[in-house]
């Protein structure tokens, strides 16, 4: 931790506040925010816009002082609202705003290219086909995480990714005789892959993410701050109430080739997990 920036946000303690909660807040901003914001002055206003929504459940009755991690993930939402000020390179939100709106005017241009789908519903949003920047590792692992629980059926996480199964001949033969039964049950209906992504529980896709991942990971509020990035940057698209903070739904919007790519830089073979795609 950066000990000066965390001095300088210690200053913005409420008088009627304890010295040492308000510090515990601010070690979690500075976790969550600092690799992707270093203006002193915008981490000070994250400080001030989320303190009044972290310690609400406090004031209700809801968690106690001591109780970090709960306040945390009850303050989740607010969190995941307020990165949509950042990018997940270390630009600042001016900046992050002056790409976007950019990409708005020039999206229309590319509109045909082979790098990106268009959904057939016209409710739905372009998949994104193209990224101009790097993804850090853990967030390449959450968004293709998100585009097998797009595009498998949910009753296929256990045969796919329980841990310690090998995906082996064995394996490839009895994916193909379960697409046979499900094909013979639904009475040969369309392919997910033709239909579009599918929402998703945001616990389910956290799932996957831990299986595929070989290395433990002790660091969940870096987890749970790259997925608020993937969704600023809309390559998960959140399907449910934003006042929702339990049970969130998100689906992938990104295209298999862009996907496919992601995989091959961190050594992953996505083929091998989905079901029924070509």
Not at 140 to 153: D, H, M, R, T, W
Not at 182 to 200: D, E, H, I, S, V
Not at 241 to 269: A, M, P, W
């Amino acid at each position: 931790m950066n000990e000066d920036t965390l001095a300088i946000l210690s200053l913005e303690c409420p008088a009627d506040e304890p010295q040492d909660f308000f510090l515990s807040f601010t070690g979690v901003v500075y976790d969550v925010f600092s690799r992707n914001c270093k203006d002193i002055n915008e981490l000070r206003h994250l400080v001030a816009l989320l303190f009044p929504k972290f310690r609400e459940p406090v004031l209700d009755g809801r968690a106690r002082r001591t109780e970090i991690p709960k306040l945390f993930r009850l303050c989740q939402g607010y969190f995941a609202a307020a990165t949509d000020k950042l990018y997940l390179r270390e630009i600042s939100s001016t900046e992050w705003f002056r790409h976007i709106n950019t990409g708005a005017a020039e999206g229309g241009s590319d509109s045909d290219s082979e790098d990106h789908v268009v959904s057939t519903d016209p409710g739905q949003l372009k998949l994104v086909g193209r990224l101009d920047f790097e993804l850090p590792y853990y967030a390449k692992f959450l968004l293709i995480a998100s585009f097998l629980a797009s595009y498998n059926p949910a009753r296929l996480d256990v045969r796919y990714f329980a841990k310690g199964r090998e995906n082996t001949s064995n394996t490839k033969r009895g994916k193909q005789a379960v697409q046979k039964q499900m094909m013979t049950q639904t009475g040969g209906k369309q392919r997910q892959q033709l239909l579009g992504p599918k929402a998703f529980p945001l616990e389910r896709m956290l799932a996957i993410f831990y299986s595929i991942l070989d290395d433990p990971i002790e660091n969940s509020i870096e987890i749970q701050s790259q997925i608020a990035s993937l969704v600023t940057l809309r390559l998960l698209v959140r399907t449910s109430n934003t006042s929702q903070l339990d049970g969130v739904k998100v689906k992938c919007n990104v295209s298999y080739d862009l996907i496919r790519r992601v995989g091959r830089s961190i050594h992953f073979e996505i083929d091998r997990y989905l079901f029924d795609f070509v």
